[in-house]
């Protein structure tokens, strides 16, 4: 089993930023890829940026230049740094460690982030 916390969501104004953290509790190595994803109220859930373990990534067309997806290998953690927030960026952010070895994927309990007009 593997845990992901995420932390760093909040209440920001429109234009400001924000960093998302998502700690495992073992190495993001050894999934395929790691990822976030939001989902908005009254919509689907859907993929913002990911990185692979081959440090592949890629992102949304409507946060590409805003957002920037990276990692610390050393304390296992990814961040989703986003810059230039729009209110359309508004949902409850989650982080999700995708395929080891095994083929199980985890995610974490999702973090809010608000963005005001």
């Known amino acids: 089993q593997v845990r992901l916390v995420e932390s760093g969501g909040g209440l920001v104004q429109t234009g400001g930023s924000l960093r998302l953290s998502c700690a495992a509790s073992?190495?993001?190595?050894?999934?395929?890829?790691m990822a976030w994803y939001r989902q908005a109220p009254g919509k689907q859930r859907e993929s913002v940026a990911r990185v692979t373990s081959g440090s592949r990534t890629n992102y949304l067309d409507s946060v590409k230049g805003r957002f920037t997806i990276s990692r610390d290998s050393a304390d296992n953690t990814v961040y989703l740094r986003m810059n230039n927030l729009k209110p359309e960026d508004t949902a409850v952010y989650s982080c999700t460690a995708e395929r080891d070895s095994t083929g199980a994927s985890y995610w974490g309990q999702g973090t809010q982030v608000t963005v005001s007009s």
């Open positions: 073992r190495s993001i190595f050894s999934f395929n890829a």
